[in-house]
């Protein structure tokens, strides 16, 4: 089984920086996507950056030049800075993770998610 523990989440200033972390456990045999969605009150769950196990990265377009998103595949850890955040970025933050296991196989997992407020 397959656990996904998020951390990192808070209420932030305006131009404040978070930096959120997610730590995927079990029985894993390779990962080959991570990433994080958000999904704001009222709204529908949007990409926000995913990186392949290679390194390549793919941001929304609101976050390029904002967020950066990173692996430690030792770890089976992502990892989201957020910089430079506006009260738009508040959302509930959500961990995705695409990987192999040897019981179910390649499927998509979700972690619980993580609250990030950005108000003054």
């Known amino acids: 089984q397959v656990q996904l523990v998020e951390s990192g989440g808070g209420l932030v200033q305006p131009g404040g920086s978070l930096r959120l972390s997610c730590a995927a456990s079990?029985?894993?045999?390779?990962?080959?996507?991570m990433g994080w969605y958000h999904q704001a009150p009222g709204k529908e769950r949007e990409l926000v950056a995913v990186?392949?196990?290679?390194?390549?990265?793919n941001y929304a377009d609101s976050m390029k030049g904002r967020f950066t998103i990173s692996r430690d595949n030792a770890k089976n850890t992502v990892y989201l800075q957020m910089n430079s955040l506006k009260p738009e970025d508040t959302a509930v933050y959500y961990c995705?993770?695409?990987?192999?296991?040897?019981?179910?196989?390649?499927?998509?997992?979700w972690g619980q998610g993580t609250q990030v407020t950005v108000s003054s």
């Open positions: 995705y993770v695409d990987l192999l296991t040897p019981d179910v196989g390649r499927g998509d997992y």
């Open positions: 079990g029985s894993i045999l390779s990962i080959y996507v």
């Open positions: 990186i392949k196990s290679g390194g390549r990265t």
